[in-house]
């Protein structure tokens, strides 16, 4: 099974449409691999919401995992306000989840780590 920082060192390859979307039971092994992410329950979408201090930093949030997405290729659904970002996965080409859903949200975990650890030394 995989990990969080063996996902989070892959890249996304990108998606032609035509491959099958990932099964129940292979998303649900996935997600289980990406703390605090969670499947829908139809195993067509993750997410996470993260919780924020502030409606400045919600922004600043989104727009770096938009450029962390835009290295990838591989973009999410995100909403944020004050006190929150949520962040959505889908591989919209199979109406469905794919193993870079997976890369992405261990991506994005790993980068929200750095972060919160950088702030906590500053």
């Known amino acids: 099974m995989a990990d969080q920082t063996t996902l989070a060192t892959k890249t996304c390859i990108p998606c032609k449409g035509g491959v099958p979307r990932l099964d129940r039971s292979q998303a649900k092994d996935l997600v289980a691999a990406v703390e605090a992410w969670e499947l829908n329950d139809d195993a067509t979408r993750i997410s996470r919401t993260f919780k924020i201090a502030n409606f400045v930093e919600a922004q600043a949030l989104a727009a770096k995992i938009a450029d962390l997405a835009e290295t990838q290729f591989h973009h999410p659904e995100i ?31 790993e980068f929200h780590q750095r972060a919160a650890a950088e702030q906590r030394n500053d």
Do not use: P
């Not at 919209?92 to 989840?97: A, E, P, Q, T, Y």
């Open 79 to 109: 909403t944020f306000g004050w006190g929150y970002c949520r962040v959505e996965f889908q591989t919209r080409k199979i109406r469905g989840l794919h193993e870079n859903d997976f890369i992405m949200a261990a991506k994005v975990n």
